[in-house]
């Protein structure tokens, strides 16, 4: 029989569905990837960073951010922000130019490109006669200077972008008064800088590459003095009073030049070559700034002895007798100096270093010269990222407890406060306090406030103390010997290099009512932490767990175990080890679980699981699951490599064994040969696996590698004896589609420490597909998931519901299936892979409600990997929404991905960026903010946006759009940071290569050539 649905219920079941979710991209963490240039208006205090994907960052106060994107997939090579507008133009590694601007719409402000050109030469010119190689925005706000290859300035109306040829200013007209033994058979070359006279906006200073500065008039259109520089020119800084300039040259020198008028100058007044009488590399930026009181500040990049310290990336401050080399990890991008006052003409303050890997910002008014703490941009990637975990909902005392340990561990930062303050962040305040906690190559793991749109770094937790590395404890790199010349001085947290690849962090599980942490690692190592206020010396003694049980004929090929330090070891205030676990064989712990209230927790590898008593501080139980067939999970990391390797030798001898055995027998049907040749290499290729995307439903051997690898271990207090009492259990899902129960007896409170925890096997399911399995979870008599270890307690969630009967959801790659509990038997499933190949990658239980209703619902979010998201009913598993979140070519972003409690998740869409998502209504993060134009402007009309119907210059909307996720910032910024494939091989690097992730991806990464990225849309 047929059953009908009212047309009233579907409408009232759309409307609920469109209350509770919502799909957006909201905002990026982390620090750009592949900067190239960078900007800075004093006037609006707003900071721009462009990178090599053509995006464009604009950052002011905490929480004010704005982002776009080029049309074209080219570089930012330069930003220059109009003075005292809210407009700015980029120039692109193409040699096109962009106007942007910041546009009040609806009580905030939006990033629009208004605007684009791209210099047009005479007919036949070479094109180095328009190539930008220098802009000069004028103090004007309406004229661009654009020095070019060929040696020309242009001059350009803006924001219209028009060209004023008459004001032109060629290259016959500088050499004019320029003597012609200095010319000579060689041209001047490219303009490498423009000046503007800082008393007398009408007169410009041009930088030529060989070496001559010409002052021009622009009113009278002549040269008024010829500066004649026999070194190679890299930048000109033209000193506040007017009668003084600055050039810094290629053979590491700088010059003073006199502004007198007399005609040519042909020496410069002073010239030196700080870091002395050996060749040096070439000083790329100089610049000079005067102090009320006192001498003046000397700032310049590069000039560092090529032999010796070519290889630094240094920028060197000099102000009266101190004198420092600022010794970055990564090459310097640009710098800028921010100045006090109004006007912003007051001392120096600080000086901001836009770096390859960071962003650092030196205090130039405290002694020492500290570096003042950055509330964004701060660098995620310091050591490589390896897995993340978020916590929602941290209560106060805790929160404060972090942040205290945090506090005493930032004692080095400057006290000044964050000094880009720009635009008004009308973001409201967060309604909860959330924890993002990313675990590093190095044995770190970091604690970030995730709470609102800065990512902001709390505490740093390292793991290295408890045991033996290459390391030298003693070894103070942030300080120069005394009396090294130059003066070096490390600056920067940006540190990609590990002491010991084994110490990289896999799995993090923090409880937030009990304040312990589990934190596991590459070479089987768990550690149990507990927080504490104070510093404290202790040992920690390592508890080694056989997890193969005795098996005989394994021989483990891998790493060794890692060596405990024996001697006590001084822990600072924050959170201490006092428990250590060891697996035998040491390989990667693919699953931790931990239950605070029972002082239980359980891990898992490749070979079986665990649990350990870290109160007693015992193991209880081990179970074995490695298949005899499993050699590979024996032979340690870099396995799934050799197996490619061994794969592809062996299809291509089939092949070659194949033609060579036709030969013999003198076959002439080409037709037969090209078909059996085909057939091989399919084979070969289905060997392989390459493309998860083929692959359909198919029952999987049980001979298949690395079916004992534990995916998910899961307590809960549940039935699984029988229908009327309720005991403690732990389940474990492994990659064969294998599912473990166990009964725990846990003895009470008053006997805990003498009596011991007891383990018995109840119940064991094997899937009919032997799919791994990625998720467990047990539902009460009403549906919903369990509450978390001492969540009730806390009154923090109610009691499970224990009168009604419990079900087990059982997630693997395939589908979901539910069960009673305690017979065990189906209950109903629902199928998510289809023909095309879709696998569970990520799941993980989220609470949604509406923005009006208090309610909360529980659903089950999953992300496949295709890169899609879908969230799904619970108890009655039926499939509610689903979204493209993430491409499916992005392996790496879809295996780092994190949900949270409450409807939102981080990825990665580059080594030092995470992108945030919604799929709630109710809870979203995301930046509003606003920017309004300087006091002395506002009376100015904006500028209108060009019409669609000119071609250069179409007007888009690069704001996020809560209704249309398509368009919005953040998915064009990860369009572009997705379109080099050598982002996605460097997340990869830390999240696969010899990690669990790389065996849940059950992917072998093959070569993508002209990929159209479109963020799975």
């Known amino acids: 029989m047929k059953r009908f649905r009212r047309h009233g219920h579907e409408s009232q079941r759309d409307k609920h569905k469109q209350d509770l979710y919502q799909f957006n991209k909201t905002v990026e963490h982390g620090f750009p990837h592949q900067p190239s240039a960078l900007g800075f208006s004093p006037s609006l205090e707003l900071l721009a960073i462009g990178t090599r994907s053509g995006a464009i960052k604009l950052y002011g106060a905490p929480g004010v951010e704005f982002m776009g994107l080029h049309d074209e997939n080219a570089a930012v090579t330069q930003v220059h922000f109009l003075p005292n507008q809210v407009e700015f133009v980029t120039l692109l590694d193409d040699n096109s130019l962009h106007m942007w601007t910041l546009r009040a719409h609806n009580g905030m402000s939006e990033l629009l490109e208004i605007g684009r050109f791209t210099l047009s030469g005479p007919p036949g010119a070479p094109p180095s006669v328009t190539r930008v190689t220098a802009v000069l925005a004028h103090s004007s706000g309406e004229l661009l200077l654009l020095g070019t290859e060929g040696g020309h300035v242009f001059v350009v109306e803006v924001p219209g972008f028009r060209e004023l040829e008459e004001n032109n200013i060629s290259v016959d007209d500088v050499q004019s008064r320029v003597p012609e033994e200095y010319v000579g058979r060689r041209n001047l070359e490219c303009v490498e800088a423009l000046q503007e006279n800082p008393l007398n906006p009408r007169q410009v200073l041009i930088g030529y590459s060989r070496g001559l500065m010409v002052l021009w008039d622009l009113d009278r259109r002549r040269p008024v003095q010829h500066f004649l520089g026999t070194q190679q020119l890299e930048s000109v800084w033209w000193m506040e009073d007017g009668g003084n300039i600055l050039s810094s040259h290629s053979d590491g020198s700088y010059c003073n030049w006199t502004v007198t008028g007399e005609d040519p100058q042909t020496e410069p007044e002073k010239q030196e070559i700080p870091y002395g009488a050996f060749p040096c590399k070439a000083i790329s930026k100089v610049l000079q700034l005067p102090t009320k009181q006192g001498p003046p500040f000397l700032i310049f990049s590069g000039g560092m002895p090529r032999a010796s310290y070519g290889d630094r990336h240094c920028i060197s401050i000099i102000h009266s007798k101190t004198h420092e080399a600022l010794d970055f990890t990564s090459r310097i991008i640009d710098f800028f100096v921010i100045r006090e006052g109004e006007d912003h003409r007051g001392d120096p303050s600080a000086v901001v270093v836009l770096v390859e890997e960071e962003l650092v910002v030196i205090d130039l008014q405290t002694e020492g010269w500290p570096v003042i703490q950055t509330p964004y941009l701060v660098p995620l990637h310091c050591s490589a990222i390896t897995c993340s975990h978020h916590v929602s909902s941290i209560p106060l005392k805790l929160w404060e407890r972090v942040q205290a340990a945090g506090a005493n561990q930032n004692t080095h930062y400057s006290r000044k406060p964050w000094p880009i303050n720009g635009g008004q962040n009308l973001s409201p305040d967060p309604p909860q306090r959330d924890l993002l906690l990313t675990g590093h190559e190095d044995g770190t793991v970091r604690f970030w406030d995730a709470s609102g749109v800065c990512l902001f770094p709390m505490y740093k937790l390292s793991t290295a103390g408890v045991f033996h590395t290459d390391a030298d404890p003693n070894d103070n790199m942030n300080q120069g010997s005394e009396g090294e010349w130059p003066p070096f001085r490390k600056v920067g947290c940006f540190d990609p290099y590990s002491d010991d690849p084994r110490l990289g962090i896999q799995k993090i599980h923090l409880c937030k009512y009990s304040g312990y942490l589990t934190v596991a690692g590459t070479a089987g190592q768990i550690l149990v932490l507990e927080l504490n206020d104070e510093a404290a010396e202790q040992t920690v003694e390592a508890t080694v767990v056989d997890l193969l049980q005795g098996q005989e004929g394994f021989r483990w090929k891998g790493q060794a175990r890692l060596d405990v330090r024996e001697e006590p070891v001084l822990f600072p205030p924050g959170f201490q080890p006092f428990a250590l676990v060891q697996c035998q064989p040491p390989a990667v712990v693919t699953a931790i679980a931990l239950h605070s209230e029972w002082k239980l927790v359980a891990f898992g590898t490749s070979h079986g699981f ?322 309004e134009a300087p006091l002395q402007m506002r009376c100015k009309k904006p500028s209108s946006p060009i019409h669609k119907n000119q071609p250069d210059t179409e007007h888009r909307n690069f704001t996020r759009d809560r209704e249309g996720y398509e368009n919005s910032a953040s998915q064009v910024m990860e369009h572009a940071l997705l379109n080099d494939e050598s982002v996605l091989q460097e997340i990869q690097k830390s999240l696969e290569g010899d990690q669990p992730s790389f065996l849940e991806n059950n992917v072998k990464t093959k070569s993508r050539e002209g990929n159209v990225l479109s963020n799975g849309v």
């Open 610 to 931: 665990g649990f350990y008593d870290y109160q007693q501080k015992k193991n209880i139980m081990v179970k074995c699951t490695l298949n005899p067939s499993d050699q590979m999970a024996l032979e340690g990391p870099l396995s799934r490599v050799k197996s490619i390797k061994k794969s592809l030798r062996q299809s291509f001898r089939r092949i070659r064994r194949s033609r060579v055995s036709m030969r013999k027998h003198h076959t002439t049907n080409a037709a037969k040969l090209q078909e059996i040749n085909a057939r091989l290499e399919a084979e070969a290729l289905q060997e392989m696996e390459l493309a998860p995307v083929q692959r359909k439903i198919e029952a999987r051997s049980s001979d298949d590698s690395f079916t004992g690898l534990v995916r998910t271990l899961y307590f809960a207090d549940t039935f699984v004896s029988d229908s009327t009492h309720s005991t403690p259990s732990l389940w474990a899902g492994t990659n064969g589609g294998a599912v473990f129960a166990y009964v725990l007896r846990i003895p009470s409170v008053e006997r805990r420490m003498e009596d011991p925890v007891m383990a018995h096997p109840a119940k064991e399911i094997q899937l009919m597909h032997r799919a791994p399995v990625v998720g467990l979870v047990v539902l009460d008599g009403k549906g919903a998931p369990l509450p978390e270890p001492l969540e009730v307690a806390h009154d923090l969630a109610r009691s499970p519901e224990m009168h009604g009967s419990h079900h087990l959801l059982v997630v693997s790659e395939e589908q979901l299936k539910l069960f009673t509990l305690p017979k065990v038997s189906s209950k109903s499933k629902l199928k998510l892979t289809a023909v095309d190949g879709s696998r569970v990658r990520r799941v993980g239980v989220a609470w949604f409600g509406s923005r009006t209703d208090e309610q909360l619902e529980s659903s089950m979010v999953v992300l496949t990997n295709q890169g899609e998201l879908h969230v799904i009913s619970l108890p009655s598993i039926k499939m509610l929404v689903h979204y493209p979140c993430i491409r499916r070519e992005d392996v790496s972003g879809i295996a780092s991905c994190v949900f949270t409690k409450y409807g939102q998740g981080f990825y990665l869409i580059s080594p030092s960026e995470f992108e945030r998502f919604s799929l709630s209504t109710r809870w979203v993060v995301e930046p509003h903010s606003l920017v």
